[in-house]
């Protein structure tokens, strides 16, 4: 048995993925098949005695996708770049084309080479050319529809596909009567139609490409957290070696600075380790002799060696990718509302085409007629608004979340987020800031506490302790200018010294007191701080204490409202964190928060969210970090905030990029919005093609109310304006800030 992963282009929802799979599995000699819509990708086990990589790339060739060769690292960025040059074009071309074929009707002035009544060959010419471009733009969307047609499971491309090919086929037919000299019937064209429909379904496969890119760069990162080599101890001496080379039970050595290679035991040395990227700890972990380091945890200050334990596909990290991955494979499709009803509607409108074709015959209309009425039903039934419905307000629905600080990367979850009655915060980076920040300072000195934090942070600076950053935030936060500061000296696990105008400073923890001998007479005020969870910093100025200030990761000012906003919608809300319980608890009862869950590993939150979604309820998990990645990835919205680890924003599904969590609550508001208006614009598109349909077949020929190309081609137009004018109104939906 062989195992092969084949890079595949085509899918464009998972009916593409679910079709695919089963297509692979009925053929003889493959054993499994596992077809991922995100990554774009299928993992094929087969009897390599029976079939070759040839013939299975024939076979998804058959079920009507493309096997681009076997899966790598895709260059991300530089298909981006064709995309948008591509998508770019088209829209030049988009452009061009309704100002040719409509720029009259608002007063734009006449391109007069391409004037439709004094130059028809020219403007029909013209305007074929280009939405020929256009149809080989929407080559994948023809082929979808026709693929789904003929396996008898009609889809949006299938109504797309039928209502272009019928706009263009039948203007086709027209353009040739044109040249030929019957210039009268230069009015009957409607080629723009079948170009825009594909254009606007494009941009949405342009946007949701966009994200599916953004999750393979996530899983790129989460590879790339660990360092390409290292050094080992062999016979006593240090080899540097590529991190593929290291073997279970070799010795390897992290300086201060550098990141851990492999998952390991501390055999030798002691040092503080930055772990958040895992635990959500935003604290540093101090790691002695017999503590496990973990691959990519970066060390801060001091020498360690270590023996490794799990590597390659058994480590930490590649756990987490395959969390990542395994939780976008089995997120549940969520097919849109015109899909659903595209299975009845296209068959119909055939039927309808097709009997009517020949009763016109049978009675005696001649041929000509009768498929001019057979044609006439399909241009009428062409679903321009219907194919604008569902994009067009999901586009400006996504276009106003961003202007509001709300990243889309998904269309589902406009979908989605209405549905939401559970809501999960991690409470590192999400319900606090995931960084120190000073909380409390206690003042002994008439100095004041403006120019004790610019003394501490101008020494600060020149520190690498994260603690230190509380006070650089500080200083640049509210534009404070440093002071110069001489001999400084860091000493490791107790804090820094230096010297400010010739005084000497020391700023550091109760130990450094000790180091140089001072009296600790705040011990009372320390035991306050602590008790909030606060690191206490001690600032002392010629070996006196002048101030003691509280750092800790505090809460976000505006989680609070967040909470009860959500649970005025009657949404659950938990709290999941690898904290500890007592810690989580305060800050839960904080901010009003139904639920806790504390002690958690990353593998465990996405066994958490697995365990509501099973009892039917629909989850949005809210979190910053490494290790909310597979849980952002598992549930069915995961959200990130910007100023959060790069990999959990790129594995959610939206990203706040402002510094506060009242995106949550736009968004479902905005789902709920947006899901309105295209219901709205689905009932507006059938209410148009309900109406004009039955005038297409003929039904009122005997009271003298007929159709021509020209009423359909109104028809299609007032039912895209009506559609587009109503996904507009999305644009006054007000956000809190």
């Not at 010629?542 to 409202?561: F, M, P, S």
């Not at 598992?634 to 506060?660: E, R, Y």
């Not at 789902?671 to 009122?700: D, H, V």
Request: charged content about 20%.
């Amino acid at each position: 048995m062989k195992t092969i992963t084949l890079m595949i282009d085509g899918m464009t929802c998972s009916a593409c993925s679910s079709g695919l799979e089963k297509y692979l599995r009925k053929q003889n000699g493959i054993k499994e098949v596992s077809v991922n819509l995100v990554m774009g990708n299928a993992r094929v086990e087969y009897d390599d005695t029976l079939l070759s990589q040839k013939q299975i790339e024939i076979y998804v060739k058959e079920a009507g996708f493309q096997s681009l060769g076997l899966w790598k690292d895709t260059q991300i960025e530089q298909e981006q770049t064709k995309a948008n040059r591509v998508l770019l074009l088209f829209t030049i071309l988009a452009i061009a084309l309704l100002y040719i074929c409509m720029g009259h009707m608002i007063g734009l002035p006449a391109i007069p080479y391409l004037e439709m009544h004094q130059n028809p060959i020219h403007y029909t010419v013209t305007i074929a050319l280009i939405t020929i471009l256009f149809l080989w733009y929407g080559r994948d969307i023809l082929k979808s529809g026709w693929n789904h047609l003929i396996h008898k499971m009609p889809n949006m491309d299938t109504l797309v596909g039928i209502g272009v090919m019928s706009s263009f086929l039948y203007s086709m037919y027209y353009a040739v009567q044109i040249i030929r000299g019957n210039t009268q019937l230069v009015d009957s064209l409607y080629f723009e139609s079948a170009a825009i429909v594909i254009y606007f379904i494009q941009l949405g496969r342009y946007m949701d490409k966009r994200s599916k890119n953004k999750t393979k760069e996530a899983i790129e990162q989460l590879v790339q957290m660990t360092p390409k080599e290292a050094y080992i101890k062999q016979s006593g001496k240090e080899q540097k070696v590529t991190i593929d080379e290291i073997q279970k039970g070799d010795i390897v050595i992290c300086r201060p600075g550098e990141k851990i290679a492999v998952d390991g035991i501390i055999t030798d040395g002691t040092a503080h380790m930055d772990e958040s990227f895992i635990t959500g700890e935003s604290k540093q972990q101090k790691k002695v002799v017999g503590d496990t380091v973990i691959a990519g945890s970066f060390n801060y200050d001091g020498y360690l060696e270590y023996q490794a334990e799990r590597i390659g596909k058994d480590s930490t990290i590649s756990e987490i990718v395959r969390l990542v991955v395994d939780a976008t494979n089995t997120k549940p499709p969520i097919a849109t509302l015109a899909d659903q009803v595209s299975g009845y509607f296209v068959p119909t409108v055939i039927g309808l085409a097709i009997i009517t074709f020949f009763v016109y015959l049978i009675i005696g209309n001649p041929f000509s007629e009768a498929f001019h009425t057979f044609v006439t039903i399909l241009v009428v039934a062409c679903p321009c608004s219907l194919g604008l419905a569902t994009p067009l307000a999901i586009i400006i629905g996504e276009g106003i979340g961003a202007k509001n600080g709300i990243l889309i990367k998904k269309s589902e979850v406009l979908e989605m987020a209405q549905k939401i009655d559970t809501v999960i915060f991690d409470k590192t980076g999400t319900i606090t800031y995931g960084s120190p920040k000073m909380e409390q300072i206690i003042c002994y000195d008439a100095m004041e506490e403006q120019n004790v934090i610019q003394m501490v942070g101008s020494l600060e600076k020149k520190s690498v302790h994260p603690i230190g950053k509380a006070f650089t935030d500080y200083l640049s936060e509210h534009k404070i200018t440093d002071i110069k500061v001489e001999n400084v000296q860091e000493i490791s696990g107790y804090g820094i010294v230096g010297t400010i105008q010739e005084e000497e400073i020391l700023v550091g923890n109760a130990k450094l007191l000790q180091q140089y001998h001072i009296e600790n007479s705040h011990l009372k005020d320390e035991k306050k701080l602590t008790a909030n969870q606060n690191s206490v910093v001690y600032v002392v100025k010629n070996k006196k204490i002048i101030a003691l200030i509280g750092v800790n990761d505090i809460i976000r000012k505006d989680v609070k409202q967040v909470i009860q906003l959500l649970q005025k919608r009657h949404i659950k809300t938990i709290m999941l964190t690898g904290d500890h319980e007592e810690t989580a608890s305060r800050i839960a009862k904080q901010v009003g928060i139904d639920h806790v869950i504390a002690n958690v590993l990353p593998s465990e939150k996405a066994n958490v969210i697995a365990s509501y979604q099973k009892e039917k309820h629909h989850v949005m998990m809210c979190g910053d970090g490494m290790n909310d990645s597979p849980a952002l990835a598992s549930a069915d919205i995961g959200v990130s905030i910007h100023s959060g680890n790069d990999i959990a924003t790129n594995t959610a599904d939206v990203i706040l990029m402002q510094d506060h969590l009242y995106g949550i609550v736009n968004l479902i508001h905005m789902s709920e919005k947006t899901i309105r208006n295209i219901k709205q614009n689905l009932f507006w598109a059938f209410f148009y093609n309900i109406l004009m349909i039955p005038l297409a077949m003929g039904i009122f020929r005997q009271i003298g109310i007929t159709m021509n190309p020209m009423i359909a081609s109104l028809s299609m137009t007032l039912s895209s304006v009506t559609v587009m004018v109503n996904a507009l109104r999305l644009k006054k939906i007000k956000f809190i800030q």
